[in-house]
């Protein structure tokens, strides 16, 4: 059983796991690119090292260098984050095969998960709602791609087996578009995902993105922690997240969860996991699994009372899970908004200087942030720069809780889309809650403008 | 792979601008590292770039300069296969290029060199120190 952690990642979530490691009394190893020596994760880390440049290619996307770092630094475990080279499958084989523990799922299932028609299939084996489409990979004939996308009927939508988080996907509405769509994605899932196979799925056009937690150890045991209702989207992007997902039926919820978790005891899964689905007109349909811990994981803990990171990493230590799924007693609502550092009005990056950051606080608040006076956001990496997280006995509460979390949030020197986020909190769509995934890009489309501070 | 074909491998990588390669013959994988390379020149003995360690001259202070590690690895002054030494005392000479240290890092073994003739003034790390990528290893004037 490994005693200490290499945190493969940066930013927030290689503070959240110091934090679990330290819970656990385990020795965290930060390490970090040259851009990110003076950030929060490396001086609160047990030991840290420098492993390359500010560019990811060669520090925290560099499979050697990250391995490389763990054999220096006597690692027996890597916990890989999110993003970055956490859902690589030739990068947890790497960690296995160096006789360390991966924090994670197996390298084989992330294998079978990552490839969307290898997925799906999983899924549909398992008893886990799909969305209609064809039967595994395109073949290549033209003819063959037509009757299939005309039995299911248009809009269709073409995907890249390698794609996921909203990439390598492109919208057909008639026949006459199919083959060019086919053909120019099949390019570009080549050049962007090194694999050219594709499948075709039946359009939804006004779903809800609705994803079930879940978590399993080695000992066979799965259980679900909810639901999570991330439709608050821009570009695919999510901005906003809660928990449970209001208006669908706590059975049809119960019912999906329970199919999620003989899903991972049938796939052999271990580890945190989401299988996100789209919810249309009272159906799900699966869309993917992240086979990795979740930006938005909080809100789940926050209802749930579990600390899954804690949970990831004792099961990858070989332990049993703490608790069965009657233990899992969800309660009161919980609502996350990412801050990002960008313009809020045109969503361009805003890396520099924090000059200010004085966060809120008060019952029901969290924070998950790397942020503090003089940090740097650097331009290299993604602009999350933290994680507001209100919880409440209800989503009203929660709501509430939020608004004046956002109204006591100071941050100067970056822009952030704070604002933003408060003049969504006052949005009727999104006060009464149960919209689809357009319903951010309606708004900005309708002239919704981030709410400054006087 | 044999000890002709690795001549041969060198051979001709030395003849390219490959800084850093990784050969797979047959199952034999050979890693390598140039660390001192020829730049394009009239007269090839000169213009040699170090290209192991990197160099920084801070603008607070006119006369000295920071030797960084090049990558993350192990610190020695000497060499694990000649056993040859560096003196790291304070206050020596050195001249441009010479060798200060090594950093190993797998089967890399990178020499870290003066990047001028110059003073050293003090080493920053320890022998089998675990090193960080562009951490300051000795301080020259």
Redesign the interface.
Known sequence: MFDSVLIANRGEIALRVVRACRALGLTSIAIHS?ADSETRAVSVADR??????AAAAK?YLSIG?VL??A???QAQSIHPGYGFLSENADFAEAVENAGLTFIGPPSHVIRLMGDKVSAKQAMQAAGVPCVVGSDGALSGDAEEARAIARSIGYPVIVKAAGGGGGRGMRVVHSAADLVDAIALTREEAARAFGNPSLYIEKFLQHPRHVEIQVLADAHGNAVWLGARDCSLQRRNQKLLEESPAIGIPPEEIRKLGEQCARACREIGYRGAGTFEFLYEDGHFAFIEMNTRVQVEHPVTEMVTGIDIVREQIEIARGKPLSFTQSDVAPHGHAIECRINAEDPHSFVPSPGKVTRWIVPGGPGIRVESHMHDGAIVSPHYDSLVAKLIAHGKTREEALARMRAALSEFEVEGIHTTIALHRALLEEPGVIQGGFDIHHLERCLAEGLSPKEMA | MNIEQISQIIERLERSTVDDFEVEVDGFVLRGHFSLRTLPSSNSNECSMPLAASATKPSASTDTTIVKSPSMGKFTATHPLTQATSSLDPGRNLVADEILGFIISGTVIQPILAPKASILRQCLVEQDQVIGYAQPLFELS
């Not at chain 1, 840290?48 to 440049?53: A, R, T």
Request: a neutral charge; charged letters at 15%.
């Open positions: 040259e840290s090292l420098c492993i390359g440049p520090s260098h490389s770092a054999k220096l630094m």
